[in-house]
T-cell receptor, first 114, second 109 residues
Framework: DTAVSQTPKYLVTQMGNDKSIKCEQN?????MYWYKQDSKKFLKIMFS???????INETVPNRFSPKSPDKAHLNLHINSLELGDSAVYFC?????????????FGEGSRLTVL | GENVEQHPSTLSVQEGDSAVIKCTYS??????FPWYKQELGKRPQLIID?????GEKKDQRIAVTLNKTAKHFSLHITETQPEDSAVYFC????????FGAGTRLTVKP
C-alpha cells in the first residue's frame, strides 16, 4: 500500500521542453505539498494545497504551475524547462490546514534537464 | 516567513559516540518541530518530533530538546551506529514546513 506515490520516478528531458509530475496520496490527508531538493540537498517548499485550494505559493518562477483536481492529487507542470530546474521533486501530504503535522513524502521524481 | 538554520553541515563521529545537531528558527508562531532522516537516494522520513508545549522528548537512542524562548532546538543521538549515517533535517512549522539545510552525519565503525 503506497501512501504517497509520484510518477515518473525519473525524467530526462531537453531544455525548453514542458513536463509534468503527478502525485497521489491514499492517506486521507487534507494538505499536499511540492518540495524541491537541489544537488546540495536543500529541501525547499514550493507549493501547498489544502482541499484543492492553494495556500502556499513560495517565490517560484511562474513556469511552474501546480494543479489539484481533488484533495488526493497534486500535479506539477513545468514549462520551458531550464538547466537549473534539475533536482529531485518531492510530493508530500499531511493532516490539517496550515498547522502542519508530520509530512509523508513520496519517493521523489528526479528531473534532469540537458 | 520562517527561516531555519541548522549546524553543523557535516558531522563525523566514532561508533558509540554521541551526535548533536542544532537548529534555530525565526518565527515565534512555529509550534511543531520535526526531525527527518534521509538516506542516500531515499525520501526523508520522520524520526522524532516535538511540539511547542513540550521541552524535551526521547525515543530510545534519540532525543530532542526545545527552547522556545531562545528559538532553538536540538537533536541528540546516543550510542551511534553505522546505520545512523544519513542526512538529518530539522524543520519548523506553522503554516507550511520549512527545513534547515541538513547535516550529513557519518558514523565510523
Amino acid at each position: 500500500d503506497t501512501a504517497v506515490s509520484q510518477t515518473p520516478k525519473y525524467l530526462v528531458t531537453q531544455m525548453g521542453n514542458d513536463k509534468s509530475i503527478k502525485c497521489e496520496q491514499n492517506l486521507g490527508h487534507d494538505t499536499m505539498y511540492w518540495y524541491k531538493q537541489d544537488s546540495k540537498k536543500f529541501l525547499k517548499i514550493m507549493f501547498s494545497y489544502n482541499n484543492k485550494e492553494l495556500i502556499i505559493n513560495e517565490t517560484v518562477p511562474n513556469r511552474f504551475s501546480p494543479k489539484s483536481p481533488d484533495k488526493a492529487h497534486l500535479n506539477l507542470h513545468i514549462n520551458s524547462l531550464e538547466l537549473g530546474d534539475s533536482a529531485v521533486y518531492f510530493c508530500a501530504s499531511s493532516h490539517g490546514r496550515g498547522r502542519t503535522g508530520e509530512l509523508f513524502f513520496g519517493e521523489g521524481s528526479r528531473l534532469t534537464v540537458l | 516567513g520562517e527561516n531555519v538554520e541548522q549546524h553543523p553541515s557535516t558531522l563525523s563521529v566514532q561508533e558509540g559516540d554521541s551526535a548533536v545537531i542544532k537548529c534555530t528558527y525565526s518565527d515565534s508562531a512555529s509550534n511543531y518541530f520535526p526531525w527527518y532522516k534521509q538516506e542516500l537516494g531515499k525520501r526523508p522520513q520522520l524520526i522524532i518530533d516535538i511540539r511547542s508545549n513540550v521541552g524535551e522528548k526521547k525515543d530510545q537512542r534519540i532525543a530532542v530538546t526545545l527552547n522556545k524562548t531562545a528559538k532553538h532546538f536540538s537533536l541528540h543521538i546516543t550510542e551511534t551506529q553505522p546505520e545512523d549515517s544519513a542526512v538529518y533535517f530539522c524543520a519548523a512549522s506553522w503554516v507550511g514546513m520549512r527545513f534547515g539545510a541538513g547535516t550529513r552525519l557519518t558514523v565510523k565503525p
